[in-house]
Each structure stands twice: as C-alpha cells, then as structure tokens.
T-cell receptor
C-alpha cells in the first residue's frame, strides 16, 4: 500500500526561528506536494515537485522554501517562522498522469 | 486558474437520511475529479474518483455524479450512518496542470 510519512508530527517553534518539515514516500511516485490546512478550511498548495532537485511554486509560496533531494524525500523549510504560519501541514505524493494524491498524516506546527 | 466552489460548508443529517455535497468548477479542461474524506484530527483519504469518461461512480454507500455541461460534481450519500461524520473535500485536476485544486470542504455531521 502507498505510504507517505511525515516528521515531526507536531512541533512548536518560536517566531523568527527556522523550521524544517520532512516528508518521505515509498510509492515510487514522481510528484510530491506540500499543503497547509488552517482550522476549518481546505488545503492550499505551497510547493510541489515532479523530479528530484527541482521544485515549483504553488499558490501560496511566500515565506516557504522547498527541497527535493531525492525522489523519496521532500522538505518544507520556514526560514523565519511567523505566527501566521501556525497550521497543519500535509505532504502528498502522486504518480505521473493525473493520478490521485496520497497524503501523509500531517504535521501540526504552532509558532509562538 | 481553476476555481472550485464547494457547498454547503456544514451539513447535519439524521442517521439513515440522505446527504448531498456539491462542487462547481470553472476550467472546462478539467478531467479528473476526486472526493476525499478527512476524519477529525486525521489525514485525507481518497473516497472516490471519477474520470471524465464516466459520469457516475458508486461505492462505500456514496454515489458521485459528474455533469460536465454544468461543470458540477456531487457526492451523494444515500443512507447516512455515524461513521460518515467527517469533512469531505472535492478536488479537480485539469489537462496540462500538475496541480489539484481543492474545494473548501464540507463538515458532515450525522445525528442519531
């Protein structure tokens, strides 16, 4: 079965600090995505990647960077965390050609 | 770009009753449609998917209807049970687009 894992599952960060969220997939998928979900809302795309060593901006990339060092791993980096970045972050992967996305368990980030 | 509107944002029905959630989209090139279920505190799980060549898909007590002329997608639950209480999200993919656009979600509550 497709598997997407995320670490950490929960994190508390201070304003102005650096945060790195990690995602690992064993699906052999080309595409990986980072979304944020705010309480009671849908998902908004931050960054995505369709090949290692390359990332693309999503709909809300400001304040976030992404890194795809290998097909299996995709990281989201907050260089200077801000209060407004408190949210749940989901990673997802999908195969080529418009297949459905498989989601990780999410990371709850609280910025104080 | 693609815009997806999902209605209603909240829906409460009694056990055994039916429920309908609707999404409308804007891009006529949309061709792959998904419904995801998110239980409280959990990740998103694929519930059903519809490809453009099919208009009806059934499974798990749900029916998905696609009306491409009106650019409308609906999720129909024929007989609600407590395990159906969750948030439901529609998602749409367009040709030439590596991204999926999500609706804002519907929180479905099943009352005994």
């Amino acid at each position: 079965e497709a598997a997407v894992t995320q670490s950490p599952r929960s994190k508390v960060a201070v304003t102005g600090g650096k945060v790195t969220l990690s995602c690992h997939q064993t699906n052999n998928h080309d595409y990986m995505y980072w979304y944020r979900q705010d309480t009671g809302h849908g998902l908004r795309l931050i960054h995505y990647s369709y090949v290692a060593d390359s990332t693309e901006k999503g709909d809300i990339p400001d304040g976030y960077k992404a890194s795809r060092p290998s097909q299996e791993n995709f990281s989201l980096i907050l260089e200077l965390a801000s209060l407004s970045q408190t949210a749940v972050y989901f990673c997802a992967s999908s195969g080529w050609g418009g297949a459905e996305q498989y989601f990780g368990p999410g990371t709850r980030l609280t910025v104080l | 770009g693609e815009q997806v509107e999902q209605r209603p944002p909240h829906l409460s029905v009694r056990e055994g009753d039916s429920a309908v959630i609707t999404c409308t989209y804007t891009d006529p090139n949309s061709y792959y449609f998904f419904w995801y279920k998110q239980e409280p505190g959990a990740s998103l799980q694929l519930l059903m998917k519809v490809f453009s060549s099919t208009e009806i898909n059934e499974g798990q007590g749900f029916t998905v209807l696609l009306n491409k002329k009106d650019k409308r997608l609906s999720l129909n639950l024929t007989a609600a049970h407590p395990g159906d209480s969750a948030a439901y999200f529609c998602a749409v993919r367009s040709y030439g687009n590596e991204k999926i656009t999500f609706g804002a979600g519907t929180k479905l509550t099943i009352k005994p």
